[in-house]
């Protein structure tokens, strides 16, 4: 179901890998996108580290693969500590490597975030549970212009940690391939998400994530989530 690596090391804890990449993204002449590498460096991180939590893991270190050039370095942690402040994880350790001797010629970026789980706290799926979307499926220049549909790193962590909550990214895949991974119906999409966005479109760098919960939850989730909820 998550794109996480979970090496268990011990009966009690796992090692929680998770990662994400970015091409043409950045400040080269050749990009695709144009955004500071501030933006780049956030919004990987924000892949990485939604996939770490929504396994259970507890975030330990970063690693950043840097192919955009020395001069970005600066600007790609800044991203990452920007995403850490709003998890309230401001003394996360962050390492890597910057690929200093062959310029390219459009911006690259690979990111890892290390994790880890206790594994008595692995939730069990539900027999009986909704699932809703938060947030909006938003890829390229779409995520800086519609920054208002962006869910937001401490609204995801704050439901991930809710008792029976399971939460999953949506990435390139869109919201109909994930939702095969919490569906136990197997009913595909419901209609009051179907109809009110694209299914099918990539959600870039995990703009919206998909929230299984119990109903009995689902007045608090609307309450903390607002506009972004859309109920299925």
């Given at each position: 179901?998550?794109?996480?690596?979970?090496?268990?090391?011990?009966?009690?804890?796992?090692?929680?890998?998770?990662?994400?990449?970015?091409?043409?993204?950045?400040?080269?002449?050749?990009?695709?996108?144009?955004?500071?590498?501030?933006?780049?460096?956030?919004?990987?991180f924000?892949?990485?580290?939604?996939?770490?939590?929504?396994?259970?893991?507890?975030?330990?270190?970063?690693?950043?693969?840097?192919?955009?050039?020395?001069?970005?370095?600066?600007?790609?942690?800044?991203?990452?500590?920007?995403?850490?402040?709003?998890?309230?994880?401001?003394?996360?350790?962050?390492?890597?490597?910057?690929?200093?001797?062959?310029?390219?010629?459009?911006?690259?970026?690979?990111?890892?975030?290390?994790?880890?789980?206790?594994?008595?706290?692995?939730?069990?799926?539900?027999?009986?549970?909704?699932?809703?979307?938060?947030?909006?499926?938003?890829?390229?220049?779409?995520?800086?212009?519609?920054?208002?549909?962006?869910?937001?790193?401490s609204?995801?962590?704050?439901l991930?940690?809710?008792?029976?909550?399971?939460?999953?990214?949506?990435g390139?895949?869109?919201?109909?391939?994930?939702?095969?991974?919490?569906?136990?119906?197997?009913?595909?999409?419901?209609?009051?998400?179907?109809?009110?966005?694209?299914?099918?479109?990539?959600?870039?760098?995990?703009?919206?994530?998909?929230?299984?919960?119990?109903?009995?939850?689902?007045?608090?989730?609307?309450?903390?989530?607002?506009?972004?909820?859309?109920?299925?």
């Open positions: 179901m998550s794109d996480s690596l979970i090496l268990p090391f011990s009966e009690s804890d796992s090692l929680i890998v998770s990662s994400d990449n970015s091409g043409g993204i950045g400040l080269k002449e050749k990009d695709l996108v144009h955004v500071p590498y501030e933006v780049v460096g956030y919004y990987s924000r892949v990485a580290v939604m996939e770490c939590l929504g396994v259970g893991g507890r975030p330990v270190s970063v690693v950043l693969n840097n192919f955009c050039g020395d001069e970005a370095w600066e600007d790609l942690t800044m991203g990452v500590r920007k995403g850490l402040n709003e998890l309230g994880m401001e003394d996360l350790p962050i390492t890597g490597s910057t690929e200093s001797n062959m310029p390219l010629l459009q911006s690259a970026l690979g990111l890892m975030v290390i994790g880890k789980r206790v594994n008595e706290r692995v939730k069990k799926q539900q027999p009986l549970r909704k699932i809703a979307l938060i947030g909006r499926p938003l890829v390229g220049e779409e995520v800086m212009e519609q920054q208002e549909w962006v869910a937001p790193l609204l995801y962590k704050s991930c940690e809710m008792e029976g909550v399971q939460a999953l990214p949506v390139s895949k869109g919201i109909a391939y994930e939702w095969g991974h919490l569906d136990q119906s197997g009913e595909g999409v419901s209609l009051p998400i179907s109809d009110k966005v694209d299914i099918e479109k990539s959600s870039g760098p995990s703009t919206c994530f998909l929230i299984a919960y119990p109903e009995q939850l689902e007045e608090e989730i609307k309450q903390r989530s607002g506009p972004l909820f859309i109920g299925g």
